[in-house]
């Protein structure tokens, strides 16, 4: 049986004020990298970790794990930012 278009969007006001404040985990991921325990080991201040993507490539935005968007790194107020191009 297909709701009605008013009882959707009544549902889903709804949902947004019973989940509306919950926090989630956001991360942005860069890039990854394999290193071996050795190499985890001898890491100190100054050295770099290689990662699989380049400085052009897009960022990942991920919410609990699991990703919903991707940007590209800007800066906002002297500080990182994301601008997103992908939803979804």
Do not use: Q, Y
Not at 12 to 32: F, M, N, P, W, Y
Not at 68 to 82: H, M, N, P, S, Y
Request: charged share 30%; proline share 3%; net charge negative.
């Amino acid at each position: 049986m297909e709701i009605m278009t008013k009882e959707k969007d009544e549902l889903g006001t709804d949902r947004r004020r019973l989940v509306g404040h919950v926090e989630v985990a956001c991360e942005a991921i860069l890039g990854t990298g394999t290193l071996t325990i050795a190499e985890l080991e001898k890491l100190g201040p100054g050295d770099t970790v290689p990662l699989d993507r380049s400085p052009a490539d897009w960022v990942d935005v991920r919410v609990n794990g699991k990703t919903i968007a991707r940007g590209e790194i800007v800066t906002l107020d002297g500080k990182f930012a994301i601008r997103l191009t992908e939803v979804g």
